[in-house]
């Protein structure tokens, strides 16, 4: 089969790869229908975090059951099945709490921008559709590896629900994701932080009450007016910058919550927030906490996280698909096979 | 009047000082009829705070209103009242989110270990017994100035409710009122953890379901195998110094809260506790938020915080309050004029 390799920043090759079989029997392989370039795959490819060696790369899909070990029992060959980035086992006692991206026995992906995946932990990670999905739905059910879920526990880790007020810090797929999640939950005043027109577009399709273009102190400024002059009471941070960070701390109102996603490359002031009573929880998404419920709204046609792939090319030109995102010409990248 | 002067670490004197007045129409006095010493009071007499004038100290009371200026409605002359450590007014933006602690127009006492205070915002601070209450009630009463309302903070700031596991670091008075407040709230496992017998003993009093010596390491390791080899959801951080943050970090389970309370002096792995997805979230108390169901609480004798109090002194001998207290003679020493 054929997949994608990330060689060093800014080389992400297709190249011909082994053909994944079964190893525990708990795995199941799925033929990739879509997989897609994450907003963290680009802390790699453009050198931020390190390439030691030649890397299969990708960790969102959706596809078909090829195979099944013996243990397998929730799909069968023929599924139309969708997983989160993170295995889990969904038995541990971690997971029994419901946090799922912690698993006792947590495994990860060889690269799922790739014809075909291993996937470990089967049952405890993949979801089947009761049929095979039109076709149209299929980017919205792919966004559900990660996007979504990202963004639905940015929202949960900060506490949106009915009445609140939230402002999303960072356009990009997962914060976009963020704010339609925030809607569904119930917020009443969505602000989505966003200087781009095309993604203050899909901001605003998915339900932002506001969107604000400026940044840091001026950008602050602009959410406490939106705020009856004290910031907001969610704050969800989806990037993972020292910038990013900063402004969501601006943004929160004493005794609100920051929610964390972006993968973090910047500090905290810890001490400075505890004066204020403002909580921080976040980190990796419990995909499969939040997988059912998502894929019942993308299945009703009630949300429509797919929007956000704005780029779709033939896996063969995954170089192109990171290029897309790293220069910003594209919001995120679907490839198939 | 006479109260209690902080001059230097180590020395507290009971001296005489003016009789505070109404300053503005906002403002009650109050004639004390009960005062405590706080461990945070400990830091300057300890010397880790600086103290950089002669200072009046103290900022929990319990008392009789002796005048209220023009603005005051809900409380009036010869009320039984009780305030939180920290005056707010009730009204603002902050205050009707139900963060009082921080509320835009927060104010501070002149020092509370005294025969009368100045109460600052009385409408949006004290609060009124329907009748002078039992003498016996008045040391709970007391403890819902601060220890108990800090307790209760640090629970619900960790998210614990029914059937969750609680391990509370701290065994000072705070750490035996937040065992007190989860065991109200609904926790199924409530762990103190305590090395001194006579803590051990109110900690038990309070509900608690298991009591654990060991610390650090050991301490972990206790904790986890109470709680599934995984650690508690919610760890109450009752302390405030770098030793106790740590313990916090290590007791709480992947996805897990830690509420924190202890005045900062230390830091917290933020980036560690992403990858965990354990959510952090505390500081100085929303006292009047909780005041009213706990004033509630203690009136129909559901709750006895004031069990924390083992020694009782004269407001004259301050200074022996202090030491009996810096030198864990005593775990919370109640002072009256």
Redesign the interface.
């Known amino acids: 089969m054929f997949g994608a390799v990330i060689h060093a920043p800014g080389d992400v090759r297709y190249e011909e790869r082994p053909d994944p079989t079964i190893l525990e029997p708990t795995d199941a392989i799925v033929r990739t229908v879509a997989a897609c370039v994450c907003g963290s795959d680009l802390w790699r490819y453009r050198g931020i975090s390190s390439v030691p060696a030649p890397t299969p790369i990708g960790h969102e899909f959706c596809g078909v059951v090829e195979a099944v070990g013996d243990a397998v029992t929730t799909v069968n060959v023929g599924d139309f099945v969708v997983g989160g980035f993170n295995p889990s086992d969904n038995t541990c ?2 997971c029994r ?3 799922h ?2 698993c ?1 026995n947590g495994a990860h992906y060889e690269g799922c921008q790739a014809d075909m995946i291993r996937v470990p932990w089967a049952d405890g990670t993949l979801l089947a559709t009761p049929q095979r999905p039109a076709d149209d739905l299929v980017p919205s059910i792919l966004a559900l590896s990660d996007v979504m879920c990202t963004g639905w526990h940015a929202a949960v ?1 900060a506490g949106v629900g009915p009445g609140t007020s939230v402002a999303v810090v960072g356009d990009g797929a997962v914060g976009l994701c963020a704010v339609l999640a925030s809607v569904q939950l119930g917020a009443q005043t969505v602000i989505a932080m966003s200087r781009h027109a095309d993604r203050q577009q899909v901001a605003r399709e998915f339900g932002a009450t506001h969107v604000v273009a400026e940044r840091d102190e001026a950008g602050i400024a602009r959410i406490k007016e939106l705020t ?3 910031g907001a ?1 969610c704050v969800l941070e989806c990037v993972g910058t020292e910038a990013a960070r900063s402004q969501a701390v601006g943004c929160v ?5 920051i929610g ?1 996603v972006g993968v ?1 490359h910047g ?2 002031p ?2 400075d ?12 998404a ?1 995909c499969r906490a939040y997988l059912p419920h998502l894929l019942d709204l993308v299945l009703s046609r009630t949300i429509n996280p797919g929007r956000v792939f704005d780029l779709e090319l033939p896996l063969s030109e995954i170089g192109e698909a990171y290029a897309a995102m790293d220069e910003r010409r594209a919001i995120k990248t679907l490839v198939r096979p």
């Open positions: 006692p971690v709490k419901g946090a991206a912690n006792l880790s009856e002059g004290i009471d109102r004493s005794g609100g919550n964390l973090p500090e905290l810890v001490n927030l505890f004066w204020r009573n403002v909580g921080i929880k976040g980190g990796p419990h």
